[in-house]
């Protein structure tokens, strides 16, 4: 695993709040020129440390503001079982997150939906149809209270925010 040094917790900083930032914004914040600053970016890419950009969509404006969390149990937690459930579920278009979990529920789905009435076309259309599922629990979100992909403490020396 790479050792990272505080140029690079520096540019992972800023690329995780806009990772539009030019490569002379980003080199004129962290103190590098732009060309360290796009080596050391490709570095972090090929590394896995940075797997990727994308943008975060206004799902209210889109019309999409309903967000479920679900919570499957599948009939059984074989290995076929849970591969068989992992290929479907890859497909529904409304899922956007699919955790296999411990405890007493084996995976937790987020789905976005445009409201109620779409959520139950959703549940009927795809969710139901999923292989090898005993039981399907449903709650709504009221709204968003954090929504990060990556937790800040994360890029913290170890002995402050944790």
Do not use: W
């Not at 440390?49 to 679900?70: D, H």
Request: charged fraction near 25%; hydrophobic fraction near 40%.
């Amino acid at each position: 695993m790479r050792k990272l040094d505080r140029s690079d917790i520096a540019l992972l900083r800023e690329v995780t709040s806009n990772a539009r930032t030019s490569h002379v914004e980003l080199a004129e914040r962290v103190g590098l020129s732009s060309t360290a600053c796009a080596r050391r970016l490709a570095g972090l890419e090929q590394d896995g440390l940075i797997e990727g950009y994308q943008a975060v969509l206004g799902l209210k404006a889109l019309g999409l503001g309903t967000t479920v969390v679900v919570r499957i149990t599948l009939e059984s937690q074989s290995e076929d079982a849970l591969e068989t459930f992992e290929r479907a579920i890859v497909k529904c278009p409304s899922v956007v997150r699919c955790l296999l979990m411990s405890g007493s529920d084996d995976y937790l789905v987020t789905v976005i939906a445009r409201d109620i009435e779409d959520f139950e076309h959703i549940h009927k259309s795809q969710l139901a149809r999923l292989p090898r599922v005993s039981r399907v629990q449903s709650s709504f979100a009221i709204r968003d209270v954090v929504n990060r992909s990556f937790p800040p403490a994360a890029l913290l020396p170890p002995d402050k925010g944790r």
